[in-house]
């Protein structure tokens, strides 16, 4: 029997998700289990970019979560309420919650953890933090067995977007921001993006999974971008460093039971791993002990990266749903058994760094391109770089070509007479 899912919201997220789980050709095979039962909107008359039937799409989203036969709900509508009661009320009824909802978890979070506990069923967020990037499900698994002493962020992609900007083009924080409005990479009120307030949500559920206690929103520090200035920007690219809005949660220096958790612009020295996250990517560095230093970077939002991150945890429930004594988790054991089909290096297509030494006499180049150009081998650039002893050192930069073909042409270049040797073959990505 097929995982009954109910979804709340057909906004972006809830879009991508439809269509990620449509779409199933070269996915988890495991995702054929999941049924798209109900989707709840707020209106039927609206024009959408996915096709359901018209029996799964409603306007009732409390008949959703009051479906005995729904197994998972989805809430990808975003805000506090009705968002909050309608988490509480699926929880309650003994669904499993998915949810990408990180105003919601960073405000209700103790209410939302302590219902699912006691109905007994799981709610799963890996979209709330970091759209795309896969975040939560290592902090609580893969890394779990860690002491971790710091989780560093860049959580928020419009402020990135903005502060990269200002960087490169030397601008104010008004013009660019003006700009990102009309580019659509921030919102008509930006206020949750560049005073802090989203970083500061996605911190206090990132500090709760790192170091396994709940975070009042209210203790978390926070100062958004809007004072940072170009003149501030500069002077900080003389020093070697770039200003970065960072999401900060790390063991106090001085009592290490208590936690520092705060968002701030910072000073970021230019080698740090966090300072050449760009654009609206995010990416957060973990430390902890004996691990080390791990950092995860990705798409921090757009429907396809958030809809990979909602889908995983509707995979997780459903291995959890299909697991029992009788079968194996699916995701934890190894459920394929034919073997991929390797394509032969040959047939792989790259480009190409070579370095010839030849003997210094006219038309050595022009040979080379020649024997490059019979076997469809195009060339990104040629330079004689200097002499070694009595040759001359000849290097070239291919375009993409077939690895077959670039060999078949090498082939016949050695058979020049004007040909020393090839001391050097690389690939260039
Ligand atoms: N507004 C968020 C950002 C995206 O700019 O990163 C969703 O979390």
Redesign the pocket.
Known sequence: MGVKLGILGLGTVGTGTVQLLQEQTGRNPLLQEVEIYRVGVRSLDKSRAVELPKDVITTDLEAIVNDPTVDIVVEVMGGLEPARSLILKALRNGKHVVTAN?AAIARFGDEIFTTANQAGVYVLLEAAVG?GIPVIQPLKQSLSVNRIHAVTGI?????NYILTRMQTEGSNFNDVLVDAQRLGYA?ADPT??VDGL?AAD?ISILASLAFGGRIHLQDVYCEGIRQVSKTDIAYAEKLGFVIKLLAIAKLHSSDTSKLSVRVHPTLVPKAHPLASING?Y?AILVEGEPIGQVMFFGP??GAGATASAVSSDILNLVATLKTSTANLNPLLACSHQDYCQIAPIAEVVTRFYTRFLTRDQPGVIGKLGTCFGNYDVSLESVVQTGFQGELAEIVVVTHDVREGDFRQALAEIQTLEAIDSIPSLLRVL
């Open positions: 990180k759209g959580v928020n992609g419009t402020t919102e949750a993006d989203d996605k609206v995010n921090g939002a």
